[in-house]
């Protein structure tokens, strides 16, 4: 069976993914969720705006990856590929084995510190669906924002600093969006804002440079394959001041003809993404089932 796996990002995290870690994660990952998130940790009630900050969602959303992914690998074919939407690029790498789950959970606690200091002000992220990329790209120039994500040929996300938002959002509806939604982002991740989070992020990352792939990685940024964790790392530094082309990621996954897709992570976002192509490849998101073992169960009844 060909499985191609697809680890999603930020904006979908809920206190019950943080209270799913407290009761169920091994040990090494509560030790180094303690220690990336000291005082959310030991939280037993939170409220789903104290999860929305960078230096809270990127360590709990990598390890809710985690999680699922070392419950689930054992019981899964190996998978023909692996790729990771924004921050589930982290989570991409990892289960490629460039570096290990808490070694993540730091690394992206450190990710988070380092976007965060190329901003001094509210900004973040804006979704656009119902325009072309001509019509989202003007907006972008007219508002001081930049084009960040291409989701489809109709679905695109802009970053900038708040206010450039809020005009963007106003400009995206009074040209005929359906939808200009701001996003549970605090960042403008995917644009040149953050060029300095890259440059910061790409040397701690090469203690790991020379690790075996033991997965081909898919840049989020253009679908290119990875095979070797050097080439993985780079792409994953840099994504986070470069445009991402998701429409062109799941192109590639197409290409390679899996029998099916296995969406990992905090809701169904890119399940839904995939099922819009009406490719007639099958996609469920872990959050669709119940346990492990009815996701197992599903998976190898799509044997071919």
Do not use: K
């Not at 990329?133 to 972008?140: E, F, K």
């Not at 050097?230 to 994504?239: G, I, N, S, W």
């Amino acid at each position: 069976m060909r499985l191609a796996i697809l680890f999603n990002g930020q904006g979908d995290q809920q206190p019950a993914h943080l209270q799913r870690l407290q009761q169920d994660a091994p040990a090494a990952i509560q030790q180094a969720l303690d220690q990336a998130l000291p005082t959310l940790w030991h939280q037993s009630a939170v409220a789903p705006q104290d999860l929305a900050a960078n230096a809270v969602a990127q360590p709990l959303i990598f390890a809710v990856h985690m999680h699922w992914w070392n419950a689930l690998a054992a019981q899964l074919p190996r998978p023909i590929a692996v790729a990771g939407y924004s921050l589930g690029e982290m989570a991409a790498c990892c289960a490629a084995g460039v570096f290990s789950a808490q070694q993540g959970i730091a690394l992206c606690a450190t990710r988070a510190h380092l976007m965060d200091c190329c901003v001094s002000g509210p900004a973040g992220l804006l979704a656009i669906t119902g325009l072309n990329q001509r019509a989202v790209q003007r907006i972008a120039q007219q508002s001081g924002t930049v084009l960040a994500i291409c989701n489809s040929a109709e679905q695109f996300v802009v970053g900038g600093l708040e206010e450039n938002l809020q005009m963007a959002s106003t400009l995206a509806r009074n040209d005929g969006a359906r939808r200009a939604l701001r996003l549970a982002v605090h960042t403008p991740s995917h644009t040149p804002f953050l060029a300095a989070a890259s440059q910061a992020f790409l040397p701690l990352l090469q203690p790991y440079a020379t690790a075996p792939l033991e997965l081909p990685v898919l840049s989020a940024i253009d679908g290119r394959t990875a095979h070797t964790a050097a080439a993985a790392l780079e792409a994953l530094a840099r994504q986070i001041s470069h445009p991402l082309d998701w429409a062109g990621v799941l192109d590639a996954v197409t290409e390679m003809q899996p029998d099916l897709v296995l969406e990992i992570g905090p809701g169904n976002a890119l399940s839904r993404l995939w099922r819009d192509r009406d490719n007639g490849i099958p996609i469920r998101a872990c959050e669709d089932f119940r346990s492990i073992d009815g996701l197992a169960h599903w998976v190898a009844q799509q044997h071919p």
